[in-house]
DNA sequence: GCAGTAACTTAACGATGTTAACTAAACATC
DNA sequence: GATGTTTAGTTAACATCGTTAAGTTACTGC
């Protein structure tokens, strides 16, 4: 009765390779660059034949994201955490900062583009949430351990609001770099001195000036 | 003598209309919403009339933009500044996060769109760097003001990376908002009190210790 | 009157995402 | 072992897109 399981192992097998075909494509030209024809093409099936494997174009290169997000976010967490809770969320930012800027794709696609709203299925519930996958839920747990520690000042209490203000500062710095950073209009200063200046501005806006540091 | 103003004066009323068209279907629909064909179709011309006035799609809408955040700029710097240099950086914080509120899609076009590097032509040259028009330009003004008032920190000399962190920062509240704000995934608090937040965060991350307020 | 300019149209090209109808092979059932 | 069902994959086609090339047509300057 192993029938079943080689057919689905077979079928997964041609999935992956399309995964694998449109991922090449879209590191080097994003999400407008890749057509279904060339990635088709790459693995010389028909274009049509990805439509078995994939709802739509929008959907392949959204599971496309969400394996290499959670690759990259078990890259990101095996590294070892400060254990000063202010650090860590320094660290934390470096981090995220460093993901998009090495995979602007991928980030345009997840970050920066408008998707219409979808409920969450079964492997987005697996993920949401946890802070072994989910870098959100990481962040709101670095968030709540520096508010527990006492390192914020004492009216910031919404580790949801705090997070969100964060993740939107380093978003802010990744992203305008990434859509303008050969804009000749501003004299750009060099993408770490803004992602260092960031981190300094917020993580001071936020600490406790009651506790010292050390 | 006349007649060469005349007619310059009709192609350019043409050109208007195109603009208002593609103007009215961008505002709901945004840029890869709107098809030139539909452009055409409202103002009663062939898609191609277009190209007499427009070199491609991308520098219609580009011109369009151009002409809103003008006159958009124009009703911001109307209105009264705050005498405190930080409060002053709040203010303008405020107006640009409204705008992109306002606008999405021409935010979204002009701020988180990646355009091929181009070089600044005539009218841009115009714009550039003078605050009564330039939004970059009267925030970079604002922050070196707060300088010489020394309300930064003593070692925050540089006016242009104070100014692309703070531009970073609203940015990050109104883009991540535009692009996942009805995300399921993040219970997000009101973007008031995000972008509250962030000005708050910014602003004392920069303010000078040794300056008492008052 | 005649040549020239230029706004605008018609027709078409090549590309896109996607659907409908079909093929063919593997399977389950009798 | 024939028969019907499922399903990965194909071919052909549709509607739409941005854009170019080749007209047309009206007006202008001479």
């Known amino acids: 009765m192993g029938v079943k399981e080689r057919r689905e192992r077979e079928k997964s097998e041609t999935r992956d390779k399309i995964l694998d075909a449109a991922r090449e494509l879209f590191v080097t030209?994003?999400?407008?660059?890749?057509?279904?024809?060339?990635?088709?093409?790459?693995i010389e099936y028909s274009p049509t034949a990805i439509y078995v494997h994939f709802a739509d174009k929008n959907e392949l290169f959204h599971e496309l994201c969400r394996q290499d997000f959670a690759r990259l976010q078990e890259v990101?967490?095996?590294?070892?955490?400060?254990?000063?809770?202010?650090?860590?969320?320094?660290?934390?930012?470096?981090?995220y900062i460093d993901f998009g800027t090495h995979f602007p794709h991928h980030y345009v696609f997840m970050f920066m583009t408008p998707h219409p709203a979808h409920?969450?299925?079964?492997?987005?519930?697996?993920?949401?949430?946890?802070?072994?996958?989910?870098?959100?839920?990481?962040?709101?747990?670095?968030?709540?351990?520096?508010?527990?520690?006492?390192?914020?000042?004492?009216?910031?209490?919404?580790?949801?609001?705090?997070?969100?203000?964060?993740?939107?500062?380093?978003?802010?710095?990744?992203?305008?770099?990434?859509?303008?950073?050969?804009?000749?209009?501003?004299?750009w200063r060099p993408l770490q001195?803004?992602?260092?200046?960031?981190l300094d501005l917020t993580l001071r806006g936020l600490r406790n000036p009651a506790k010292e540091v050390r």
């Open 76 to 95: 990101m967490k095996s590294a070892e955490m400060p254990a000063d809770p202010l650090e860590r969320l320094r660290h934390i930012g470096r981090r």
């Open 119 to 187: 409920e969450p299925d079964d492997e987005d519930r697996e993920i949401m949430g946890n802070p072994e996958v989910d870098a959100y839920a990481l962040l709101k747990w670095a968030v709540q351990q520096a508010i527990d520690a006492g390192c914020f000042r004492p009216e910031l209490q919404d580790a949801e609001l705090v997070s969100q203000t964060l993740w939107a500062s380093v978003h802010g710095v990744i992203s305008l770099n990434i859509a303008k950073h050969q804009d000749p209009w501003v004299e």
């Open 29 to 42: 030209e994003g999400y407008e660059g890749v057509s279904m024809r060339k990635v088709a093409e790459k």
């Open 193 to 198: 001195d803004r992602a260092e200046m960031m």
